[in-house]
């Protein structure tokens, strides 16, 4: 059954067409500008043409698409947007209003109008049909969620879904959703934007997307330290026997080569503190357990290079599953549909 896999970054949204009848070498790829760049890019023309601007439709992930709303109103131009793409710049819809942004369900006369979204169908669906494709009716999609968390830290809120994962056994299918958790809001927004379009869909984090993608590269050895140095954000995972038992995650661009040397080897060890990561400015750390000793160490993520050549990853192998590093969250993502799949398959005959 061919499906799409989606995985959607900061930078990038890289995009494969799997069909088993295919090798996954020869799947028709993309990678294509973030959705919020996308975004960012509309609010910046519309600010070079002094319009005010109407954002509508799914929450999505901010970044690019959060600074050029800011740099518009600062610019002394208008920002209206829906509740639910106002929640794109924070749970808390009382501090977007605090920034300036009108939350309201229909745009006002003489705006432009900005749809939001991770996934655009439509889109897809165009450039499908350039090339005589068709767009399959499953999707597997990545996004990085940090989880509904309007008073608090939504770094928290994130870790505490690492945490229970690795907790349930740290395994593929432990990181996967066929529906989200009710607080993953991102996610559960995709959800609901291809339920009404009546696609399957199955749900991971990039980080561990990317970490369980790695796992396919023929150098990977069990236990392994796998790091994903993605635009947005680095992740570093310990993954034994299969399942990840501890992990970590910052800011790509607030790690230098040695201050993530100082953090991995402190995380192999396990004496690496969730607080330490955080009060840092990063995300957090959860150790379940340490392996004694590794056998492989595998790099994926664009911003791999800045870390390899500063020669801090001495004996690491860039892992290329399917002979393309861009692909890794994707295949990531393909993996998971298949182990879930085969658990849907064994609940039926068990059911019969």
């Known amino acids: 059954m061919p499906r799409l896999a989606v995985d959607v970054g900061a930078g990038t949204q890289d995009i494969v067409l799997y069909d088993e009848k295919i090798p996954l070498e020869a799947s028709t790829k993309m990678i294509l500008p973030s959705p919020t760049l996308i975004v960012a890019?509309?609010?910046?023309?519309?600010?070079?043409?002094?319009?005010?601007?109407?954002?509508?439709?799914?929450?999505?992930?901010?970044?690019a698409c959060t600074a050029a709303l800011r740099w518009h109103l600062a610019a002394g131009l208008k920002v209206y947007a829906t509740a639910s793409a106002a929640a794109t710049v924070n749970d808390n819809l009382e501090?977007?209003?605090?920034?300036?942004?009108?939350?309201?369900?229909?745009?006002p006369k003489s705006v432009e109008v900005i749809e939001t979204g991770d996934i655009n169908i439509p889109a897809f669906r165009r450039t499908f049909d350039l090339f005589d494709l068709v767009l399959p009716g499953e999707l597997a999609v990545a996004v990085q969620d940090h989880g509904y968390s309007p008073y608090r830290s939504n770094r928290m809120a994130r870790f505490e879904h690492f945490a229970k994962a690795i907790k349930?056994?740290?395994?593929?299918?432990?990181?996967?959703?066929?529906?989200?958790?009710?607080t993953m809001t991102r996610m559960?927004?995709?959800?609901?934007?291809?339920?009404?379009?009546?696609?399957?869909?199955?749900?991971?984090?990039?980080?561990?997307?990317?970490?369980?993608?790695?796992?396919?590269d023929p150098r990977f050895v069990d236990p392994a330290l796998i790091i994903n140095f993605g635009n947005g954000h680095t992740i570093a995972s310990l993954m034994v026997e299969g399942q990840i038992t501890a992990l970590f995650e910052h800011h790509t661009s607030q790690l230098s080569p040695?201050?993530?040397?100082?953090?991995?080897?402190?995380?192999?060890?396990?004496?690496?503190?969730?607080?330490?990561?955080?009060d840092d400015g990063g995300h957090g750390a959860y150790i379940g357990s340490v392996p004694g000793e590794l056998k492989s160490m595998l790099v994926t993520?664009?911003?791999r290079d800045i870390f390899m050549k500063s020669g801090i990853l001495e004996n690491a192998f860039p892992a290329t599953p399917a002979g393309d590093m861009m692909i890794t969250g994707c295949v990531g993502l393909l993996d998971a549909w298949s182990r879930k799949e085969a658990l849907w398959r064994l609940v039926g005959a068990q059911r019969q």
């Open 301 to 303: 993520g664009p911003r």
């Open 95 to 107: 501090r977007v209003a605090e920034m300036g942004v009108i939350i309201q369900e229909e745009p």
């Open 258 to 278: 040695e201050k993530f040397k100082y953090f991995a080897d402190k995380l192999c060890k396990g004496e690496l503190d969730n607080a330490e990561v955080f």
């Open 188 to 216: 559960l927004a995709i959800a609901g934007y291809l339920e009404e379009r009546g696609f399957k869909s199955l749900f991971m984090d990039t980080g561990p997307a990317a970490i369980f993608g790695a796992t396919r």
């Open 41 to 63: 890019c509309r609010i910046n023309r519309a600010r070079s043409r002094c319009k005010d601007i109407f954002l509508s439709g799914p929450t999505m992930g901010g970044g």
């Open 168 to 182: 349930a056994g740290g395994g593929l299918e432990a990181f996967a959703y066929n529906r989200p958790p009710e």
